[in-house]
């Protein structure tokens, strides 16, 4: 379904930057988008956020930049870096620029060309694309100084975006399926059975002048579960189901949970740590495609898990045991962003820092329907210098007097992708149909009912 928006709205939402007082006090209304409706809202923050992975693009390799900063400052000249994991997010974005009629197919088509032939002939590891890469050559950009060679996880992220634009395409025109062709090469080089070094768990990195130094085995609950399960999906490089059963879920210990405000974390989020469950971006990044409406396994219903954590994030805020100002049913959410102090993984207890990113409530729409909406309106009705050209910018802190007019690609891409699922399950029902997918999903014994649990919203 295609819809198309007013001339008025998309001048509206492809608005120019408004400024703030750099000591962070001001969050003025200058009514812009005072007239919108609630779905012209979700319009909006969809277009505006879809804008980072188009017009925002890296221009050689189409890819996204993994920062876009308003105020021109960047960090190690790293202006036209780009990210794995991110892009993998921007590729679902453009689709639902073309299903919100922002963008045409064909246009669409041309940047996805741009995008494979780009990764095709970037540095590989195994298979596994790095964290970062330079846009201009396709080469490796450290992360860290070990973090050189192989990111599965940023891997599965960009694999989870590619098969979700492979399904939309199977059965379009000769230069479309050719497309699919070439992102299935790219989806069966990935040797993720190699990433195991013959254990039963999958590891995070590896590098070509480090090996497996980095020592990052993937287990206990977190945002990497797409990982398993497009290990286990491989047509070419499949891992054992023990490597889930024994890796991930640490021999089952993944399912001692807890009560929090009410509500039961499900799984273990923390294995060493009184914190009750992470940051919310562990309910987003698997399930931009992965549908967690009547997924379940022995270990957890997924919808309850996401829908739980979100809903604990909203709870904290109200109840809001720092005392932070500005925290409550129109400002909650923590998830890692950006802070006062750097890049920080914020949620609730210790990691609280008084910083409210917005992706955390935005990107939680499928989950918490009514209480998203009241911080979108939050932002565009009372706060919206607090938006930018690319949507709400990453983080702010009332307590603190402290905003930034910055965009993290992980970040921003969640948004419109997760707000589409919200409204139509779009990109689930193309992820989820993947034949690969299907098989790898019942090959950990996953039962999958999908729409099963929408009636709980």
Known sequence: ????????????????????????????????????????????????????????????????????????VYPQNDRDVVTIGGSGFGVMAILVGVE????????????????????????????????????ETGNVKPFSKKDDGGDLVETAFMMQGLLTVAEYFKNGNAGEQQLVSDIQKLWKEVDWNWYTKSENVLYWHWSPDYGWDMNFPVGGYNECLVMYILAA?????????????????????????????????????YEHSDDPVGPLFWAHYSYLGLNPQGLSDKYADYWKLNRNHALINYRYALNNPKGYEGYGKE???????????????????????????????????????????????????????????????????????????RYLAIDQGPIPVMIENYRTGFLWKLFMQNEDVQRGLKRLDFTVAPDSAKAEQ
Request: hydrophobic content about 35%; glycine content about 8%; some cysteine.
């Open 1 to 72: 379904m295609k819809i198309l928006i007013t001339s008025l709205l998309l001048l509206l939402m492809a608005g120019c930057v408004h400024s703030r007082k750099k000591d962070g006090k001001q969050q003025a209304n200058t009514g812009r988008y005072a007239d919108l409706t609630d779905n012209q809202l979700l319009d909006t923050v969809q277009y505006q956020t879809f804008q980072y992975f188009w017009n925002g693009a890296e221009p050689n390799s189409g890819m996204a930049r993994e920062r876009i900063h308003m105020d021109n």
């Open 100 to 135: 919100r009629g922002f963008i045409t197919r064909k246009e669409a088509f041309s940047r996805y060309r741009k995008i494979v032939d780009f990764l095709a002939k970037a540095d590989r590891f195994h298979g596994a694309w790095p964290h970062w890469l330079y846009g």
């Open 233 to 269: 999906s491989s047509p070419t490089h499949p891992i054992d189901p023990a490597v889930y059963h024994e890796g991930w879920t640490r021999n089952g210990a993944i399912e001692k949970d807890t009560v929090v405000y009410g509500l039961r974390t499900v799984l273990d989020h």
């Open 331 to 405: 400002q909650w959410g923590l998830t890692s962003s950006y802070s006062m102090k750097g890049y920080a993984g914020h949620h609730p207890g210790e990691e609280d820092l008084g910083v409210i990113s917005p992706t955390a409530a935005l990107s939680s729409f499928p989950y918490t329907p009514k209480e998203s909406m009241q911080v979108l309106k939050y932002l565009y009705l009372k706060a919206d210098s607090l938006i930018g050209k690319y949507g709400p910018y990453d983080a702010y802190s009332v307590s603190n007097h402290w905003y930034t007019p």
